[in-house]
């Protein structure tokens, strides 16, 4: 795969993989695999069209495609296309497909939603994992979409619209502040998306400028949200529901110690899950601090197991309403 331009990495951060990855082959093959630009991908709109139908459609345009063997809606392109060329075809502008990354679609495929479901995506524009979600519930059940910013949430809003989600209330609030309303109003959802803001170490593929923003400091403040964003989802989600927390960094700080933190707090438990890319299990020890055992069902993927981009899943079940004494 050709290499485009790209920023060194910070000696702080090499320090850091080096600390999470096997071994020196490992690390090089991280950072020499960040040079490189990855293929896009798109997921097929199961609510206006089939995977059968779009594959047909974009093999008359002469796309080489590939798809996830067991998850036909899960497209890779493989041919080069014109900068811009994917948002701007027809099948895009009528919602028959979403460009999405497949790492990004891994945390709804943990979750399943069902037509019977009643889902809270509590950071969701701009909307590729609500739309689907969506698809995965035939348009049926309920999804409270949210997120804090306007701009993000008339994203979504278009979105939603454009793929033809019928079963979306769209909300504009800080996550945390949402959660606390729906408790007063007793609506407790059974599946609930935290998919948080992070600083996104995963991205650096497509967005090489994070070596050049990447900043220690960043971890603590973003921690300090995630915990208080899945720890008010967590009040709320039925007993016996399912969480997914997933990030877009290989932060611990972001992903296993947040975890550690609700697992110190709530009756719940991680639960095991198969996705269908290569990922390597959650860790239980960074640095001087040693963690759950249960923490290793938790996924780490690494952009260059799967020539993909790197992402933080891990299902959370919620056993009762009680709360751990400290």
Known sequence: MAKYRTYEPKPEFIERMKLLLKDEADVKEFFETAKTRPRKSIRVNTLKTSPEELIKTLKEKKWEITQLPDNPEIIQIQSELQPGELGTT??????????????????????QPEASDTLLDVAAAPGSKTTQAAALMKNQGTIIANDVSMPRVSILAANLERAGVTNTIVTRHDGSALCERLKQSKLRPNKILADVPCSG???IRVSPRTFLEWNEKIFKRFSKLQKKIASSALEILQPGGEMIYSTCTHAPEENELVLQSLLDNFDIEIQEITLPIKSRPGIIKWKDKTLSPELKKAHRIYHHDNDLEGFFVCKIKKLSDKTKEK
């Open 90 to 111: 027809i099948e895009h502008i009528l919602g028959y497909y979403y460009s999405q990354e497949i790492t990004s679609m891994m945390p709804i495929l943990a979750l």
């Open 201 to 203: 170490e995963g991205n």
